[in-house]
């Protein structure tokens, strides 16, 4: 195959990626933001089209990871336009699993307004984490189309807030469920909601640490910057 | 930067990326196996040393992206080989998330034995989840290492072995729960550590499914070769 050394068609080839990659990100973005609608309002209808929203996620996941393929065998980039690739490549899976856990909140949603008996306000449990991740992928979103990723400790403190939150949520679920057992399964439900939420955050958190590594050319994976890693529980 | 297209030397960067892989599986199967027996003998110095095995892991998974990327920049890998490396690329991001479930049920191995009532043989309770998500990491691994994946349909078989094992100890925690509040604490922690096998068996899944990439061209993420994808609850 003739290699295609024309800038301009590899300039185009690159911009299609980033924006085909904002496309998938926008829609997992709207998925999550949908499927905490329906965990407040519990319509099935709702739960149905967010878990089969999923299957286009999919989908770009392996047109994304294919695209990126041919441009490298085709336009063989230089080390700088690679780390976009390479950081691309990455990012596409967390997009991926950010659809999966949204996918995961809708059919909880399903299995939650199905109960008979509901004696914990679910909505009211997850709405902070809700907001602190979506908040989280919204940013990380924002930075990979901006490339820019002003203050990286930013980041790391919402990181810390949204795994604040789930340890919130766990314990005041236990508290729930050492005082009624009736509550267990649906406090059960709610702690798995707000898990697929912290792992949203470290989904996010992983995408705006590739923004770093496009920009600087650091990848700070792991060293958190050089600041102590928490541990969140489980 | 001139352009080595000497085959003998492709073929050992190639080679030393493969070997390299391996490596890093070998170790995460050791953090698993060792995770588990520490589950087993609650022993906090275990418990730490494994959870330290993970900054190795780590390490290993930044020294072998930049290794893929450097391969990509100097040999220009035609489409066949750059299959292998983009599998690769995505496979070390499973090792890794391997690597870290490994410390968290180590983590968690060491929180149970530091529990003064025990009213659970949690060991027991995650015996059989831990024998087949391991089987399956191994079973994943050996298909990389000799390029092999002969059946799709025995790997599907065991992810679904492995979500079905999860939600017997789910359910049966749950039971435990209802019966006595006081086992709430432990059950969780079983549960957790439940999931992070759980998780694992997917890692595995996904590792298996690119060296059917690598083998036969075709990415059968999301498709399941035709076969009716599972829920696994959360």
Known sequence: ?????????????????????????????????????????????????????????????????????HLIVRRQPAANDLRMVMATIKAITDLERIGDEAAKIARTARTISERSVISIN???????????????????????????????????????????????VLRTMITFMMEDPRTISVALDIIWVSKAMERIGDHAKNIAEYVIYIVDGKDIRHTGYGLPKQDVVA
């Open 1 to 69: 195959m003739p290699i295609d050394h024309s800038s301009k068609q590899y300039d185009h080839d690159l911009e299609e990626i980033r924006s085909n990659f904002l496309l998938m990100g926008g829609l997992v973005e709207s998925q999550f933001q949908e499927a905490v609608a329906c965990f407040q309002t519990g319509k099935a209808s709702d739960a149905d089209r967010i878990v089969k929203a999923d299957e286009k996620v999919n989908r770009l996941e392996i047109e994304l990871d294919d695209a990126c393929s």
């Open 122 to 168: 679910h909505y009211e449990a997850i709405r902070v984490i809700a907001q602190r991740a979506g908040d989280m992928l919204h940013g990380a979103l924002d930075a990979f189309a901006r490339l820019d990723q002003k203050n990286p400790l930013a980041l790391i403190a919402q990181d810390q807030a949204v795994d604040h939150e789930f340890r919130t």
